[in-house]
């Protein structure tokens, strides 16, 4: 992953920059027609339960070859806060973890900071957002993620919704630094609104360019995705429904010493979700099912995999 000049890497340096933006809006709110309102909160909790036939660690090109069931953990806690009749910033944090029953050593815990700053325009909206993720592996230090990302979005038409963003990220892998990366990133997602929020696509592309401290793991992707949400009624209440395909093309620039050649990556990802709400709509009963085909010329990067899992989320 590779950045010439970042824009921030490290989340110290973004929340400052967003605090002084937030003092100087906050200081003429009293000018605008429209009065900012009072911070928002949100926050959710779930437990569930998933099985893996092949337990992996992406990350590092590892797979197991061994099923397992887990128990997964999640929770998060957000904040909203109008800066202006145009500016909104937004602070987030979000808690995950997997218990394995017998591969403790890939029980995975996550921690995710984010913050953005948002610019609702007269025809577009604008926003950068700055996220710090950290990952650990049965406990021990494992994934540092620093993220920075300006995006612009809008409507095209009356059904066609648009939104173009550029990532700079930096990642540490403890214990491995030859695969310590910095990453340029452009994304681009159409959005046809079929029925509104009831029914809609997603059609979305993505160029990477990471740059790691060794050549072998310095790579250049091309990503597509596609996905379909459609909100049926069930008894009474609106359940959704969401099918996904996401493939990338991985073309490494240099030799990998273990097999004597450039390294060669193609990914698909199919996922399906069907969420039921349960308890009015602050409860949600989620099953999903993801199936994955990792296809490599580098023998432990190629695998398949298969996830099945349910869970319970209440929000608030």
Request: with cysteine; proline share 3%; net charge negative.
């Amino acid at each position: 992953m590779r950045c010439d000049i970042p824009l921030l890497t490290r989340p110290s340096q973004g929340l400052l920059a967003v605090t002084l933006v937030f003092w100087a809006l906050h200081g003429n709110a009293a000018e605008n027609e429209k009065s900012p309102s009072g911070p928002r909160f949100s926050a959710e909790l779930g437990v569930g339960v998933e099985h893996d036939n092949n337990i992996a660690v992406e990350e590092v090109d590892r797979a197991s070859d061994e099923s397992d069931y887990a128990l997964t953990l999640n929770g998060g806690i957000g904040v909203k806060q109008d800066l202006s009749s145009n500016a909104e910033i937004s602070l987030t944090y979000d808690y995950s973890q997997n218990i394995y029953k017998e591969f403790s050593q890939v029980d995975r815990q996550t921690h995710l900071l984010g913050t953005s700053l948002d610019f609702d325009l007269e025809n577009v909206d604008t926003g950068i957002s700055f996220f710090y993720i950290n990952s650990r592996l049965d406990g021990d230090a494992f994934l540092e993620l620093y993220r920075a990302s300006p995006s612009i979005s809008g409507f095209l038409a009356k059904k066609w919704f648009a939104r173009a963003a550029y990532v700079y990220s930096d990642k540490t892998i403890e214990n491995r630094s030859a695969r310590d990366a910095t990453a340029n990133s452009g994304e681009a997602d159409i959005y046809y609104f079929r029925r509104g929020l009831r029914s809609y696509f997603n059609v979305g592309y993505r160029f990477k360019d990471e740059d790691a401290n060794a050549d072998q793991y310095d790579y250049q992707s091309n990503s597509l995705k596609l996905r379909y949400i459609h909100r049926i009624e069930l008894f009474s209440r609106l359940a959704k429904l969401e099918l996904a395909w996401r493939y990338e093309d991985r073309d490494y620039s240099s030799n990998t010493p273990s097999i004597g050649e450039e390294r060669s990556d193609q990914r698909n990802r199919w996922r399906l979700d069907f969420e039921i709400p349960v308890m009015g709509n602050a409860g949600v009963v989620q099953f999903y099912y993801g199936y994955a085909d990792y296809d490599s010329n580098l023998p432990q990067a190629d695998y398949n995999q298969t996830i099945t899992g349910t869970r319970f989320v209440h929000r608030w």
